[in-house]
């Protein structure tokens, strides 16, 4: 079956320009999340959907960074006016549903680098 | 403060042999789940094993067992038979019952299996 999808897989941007990274979650599933990943890093929390709602956005590091989510499926990661900290693998993952069991299935990532 | 330690950030492990790879956590919340994740070079997340708090035996799965030490606050993943595929980025994560469903993840241990 398929699993979470990511695109593109690799970008790389100018400072100063605008990214769009998507991730298309698991079928069902409604609950998705974002994390970065700096190089040699953990991940680090971004923001977490519960269908097309966003109950916790407080790991989105300034105001340059947005996501939304539409028809509890897709969801889009906006980054504007990057900057070279922002170079990092971007992951998304989506689970079942918010129970006390929550494995979040992870997708590929988008690894992107800002110039 | 950090939620999750993992202190040793590589380790090596003859194949065939057994390793341990710490984690030690820290929440006030009394219901909390705990993951370890898998990331070979390939960049994926791969799930491995879950321990819930109040889950009253230690978690298996295969070759993964978790030494769960409550108390103590630790859940430590114990790998056995080590293969050369098992060489990867090994991530402890928690989420907090009442702080979201968000992951918090460990920085993570580097394990190289030698043949």
């Known amino acids: 079956g398929a699993g979470v999808s990511q695109s593109p897989s690799n970008k790389v941007t100018e400072k100063g320009k605008d990214v769009e990274l998507r991730c298309d979650p698991i079928?069902?599933?409604?609950?998705l999340y974002w994390y970065r990943q700096s190089l040699g890093q953990g991940l680090e929390f971004l923001i977490y959907?519960?269908?097309?709602?966003?109950?916790?956005k407080s790991g989105l590091p300034s105001d340059r960074f947005s996501a939304e989510r539409t028809g509890g499926s897709v969801s889009t990661l906006t980054i504007q006016r990057t900057q070279q900290e922002d170079s990092a693998v971007y992951l998304c993952?989506?689970?079942?549903?918010?129970?006390?069991?929550?494995?979040?299935?992870f997708g590929p990532g988008t690894r992107l680098t800002v110039l | 403060a950090q939620k999750i330690t993992q202190t040793q950030p590589g380790m090596f492990v003859q194949e065939k042999e057994a390793v341990t790879l710490d984690c030690t956590y820290d929440?006030?919340?009394?219901?909390?789940?705990l993951f370890w994740y898998k990331q070979p070079s390939s960049g994926e997340m791969i799930f491995l094993i879950y321990?819930?708090?109040?889950?009253?035996q230690n978690a298996t799965e295969g070759r993964y067992s978790l030494n769960f030490q409550k108390a103590r606050k630790s859940a430590n993943l114990v790998i056995s038979a080590s293969q050369l595929g098992d060489s990867a980025m090994y991530f402890c994560?928690?989420?907090?019952?009442?702080?979201?469903?968000?992951?918090?993840f460990g920085a993570g241990t580097i394990l190289r299996v030698k043949s």
């Open positions: 993952a989506s689970s079942l549903d918010t129970g006390s069991y929550n494995e979040q299935f």
């Open positions: 079928s069902g599933h409604t609950a």
């Open positions: 959907f519960q269908g097309n709602s966003a109950p916790d």
């Open positions: 929440t006030s919340d009394p219901s909390y789940g």
């Open positions: 321990q819930g708090s109040y889950d009253q």
């Open positions: 994560a928690m989420r907090e019952g009442r702080g979201g469903n968000k992951l918090v």
